[in-house]
């Protein structure tokens, strides 16, 4: 990465590592970088890291911004270049912008069906795909078919691609009729006077 170099003696913090983007230099505690110096004002100046180079901006400091003794008030940097910042010299040791990348660790293969023996989601892997459109034959898990319930109780199952009808890939058994139902067919029975036929 970038960095500068304080050449002159008695300054705290000799060495300026830059970072991407802007920073500030000057003697305020609100500066990226504080350099504590009478000559040198509360914002003196920016330096921009960037991809393109190193570029210095005055900030409209009292003693100035000069580059290998000419003041400026906008340059771009070169390694081996000496700042001074009014009465502090610093020595541009290198302009580069290094940007690490971390390596990443190729993900482990999906598999090609469940531990159960069923057909995984294309989305979410770990999910047993439950539906298949009726148009472009996608298959999904329940999380990923749009459901959107009608009156009357039933329900639309809705592919998020084509937005056709979805159907199930494991059909639902057949319900088992509740204990009320089973006593009012019983009461019907017995009050229209009707036998229920033996099978």
């Known amino acids: 990465m970038a960095k500068l170099l304080v050449t002159t003696e008695g300054v705290e913090n000799p060495i300026l590592e830059l970072r991407l983007g802007v920073n500030r230099v000057g003697r305020s505690l609100e500066n990226h970088f504080q350099i504590d110096h009478p ?24 003693n100035g911004t000069y580059i290998n003794g000419q003041r400026v008030r906008e340059a771009t940097l070169q390694t081996g270049q000496t700042i001074q910042l009014g009465g502090v010299e610093l020595l541009v040791e290198t ?3 290094t940007v690490a990348i971390p390596r990443r660790e190729p993900l482990p293969a999906l598999p090609v069906v ?73 009461v019907v029975l017995h009050l229209t006077g009707n036998k229920p036929r033996k099978h």
């Not at 000559?39 to 009292?62: F, K, M, P, Q, Y």
């Not at 329940?142 to 009357?152: E, F, M, N, Q, S």
């Not at 058994?173 to 089973?182: C, D, E, G, Q, Y």
């Open 39 to 62: 000559t040198i004002s509360w914002w003196h100046c920016e330096i921009v890291l960037s991809d393109a180079g190193l570029v210095l901006r005055d900030c409209d400091s009292t």
């Open 95 to 97: 302009t580069e912008a």
């Open 114 to 186: 469940l531990p159960d023996g069923a057909t995984p989601c294309p989305k979410h892997p770990r999910a047993r795909a439950t539906y298949e459109c009726t148009e472009c034959h996608a298959v999904m898990c329940d999380a990923c078919v749009h459901h959107l319930k009608r009156r009357g109780g039933s329900t639309f199952h809705l592919c998020p691609h084509c937005s056709k009808p979805c159907v199930s890939l494991f059909p639902e058994p057949p319900k088992k009729r509740s204990l009320f139902a089973k006593f009012k067919q019983t």
